[in-house]
């Protein structure tokens, strides 16, 4: 994984943000039962991707309870890798966006390399990361509370495409804060801008 873990000089404005939902929280004992992206361009959300995935294996209740997707839900839906093609042709070499994004990346990675012998290599943003820095006050940087904290409506929220959603929405409020923080400080060093 390439990845993007230096402190950003540039905040983007193009980017696939991403979000999975799985079976359990081992990438190399658990399974991808949702894959979700969003396509932001120029800050503009321009296309979604959500698919079911068939894990071929049993879904606990407390997964059941979180995400509400349930093992009926999961029978009829297509398998991982034909999912995962779908997706990488979705996410192309685009920079990945995500909430913890390398637990989502370390399943996406480890089916890549089981069904197709090959990494996704793709840059990524942490907005978790982004969150430490910019609401250092709160006591717990988890998507929902960093949600409630700018009063979102997370209603729906442990579904993959909501958690995109609000992941970007997150995403945008810290690109708000950082440009305040540009403006201040060139105010403070009096320059045109």
């Known amino acids: 994984m390439a990845g993007m873990e230096k402190s950003l000089k540039v905040y983007p404005e193009s980017y696939v943000v991403l ?7 081992s990438a ?33 209740s407390y997964i059941s309870n979180l995400t509400g997707i349930t093992q009926q839900m999961l029978y ?11 997706f990488i042709d979705f996410v192309s070499d685009s920079m ?4 913890n994004v390398t637990f989502d990346i370390g399943f996406i990675n480890r089916n ?5 012998n090959s990494g996704f290599n793709n840059d990524y943003i942490d907005t978790l990361k982004l969150a430490r820095k910019f609401l250092p006050q709160l006591k717990s ?7 409630q904290h700018f009063n979102f409506n997370t209603d729906g929220m442990h ?5 995109c959603i609000v992941t970007n929405m997150c995403y945008q409020k810290f690109l708000q804060m950082h440009n ?5 400080q060139t105010n403070a060093l009096g320059l045109q801008i």
Do not use: W
């Not at 890549?112 to 197709?116: D, G, H, L, V």
């Not at 305040?180 to 201040?184: A, C, G, I, T, Y």
């Open 159 to 163: 579904r993959g495409l909501k958690d």
């Open 28 to 60: 190399d004992r658990d399974e991808i039962i949702e894959l979700s992206a969003l396509r932001i361009v120029n800050n503009k959300v321009t296309e979604e991707f959500s698919e079911l995935i068939n894990p071929c294996c049993y879904v606990s």
């Open 96 to 99: 990945i966006m995500g909430h």
């Open 76 to 86: 009829d839906a297509p398998l991982a890798p034909e999912v995962l093609e779908r």
């Open 112 to 116: 890549m390399q089981k069904y197709f």
């Open 180 to 184: 305040e923080q540009q403006l201040k």
């Open 141 to 147: 940087h988890k998507l929902g509370l960093i949600a």
């Open 19 to 25: 979000d999975i939902e799985t079976t359990g929280f």
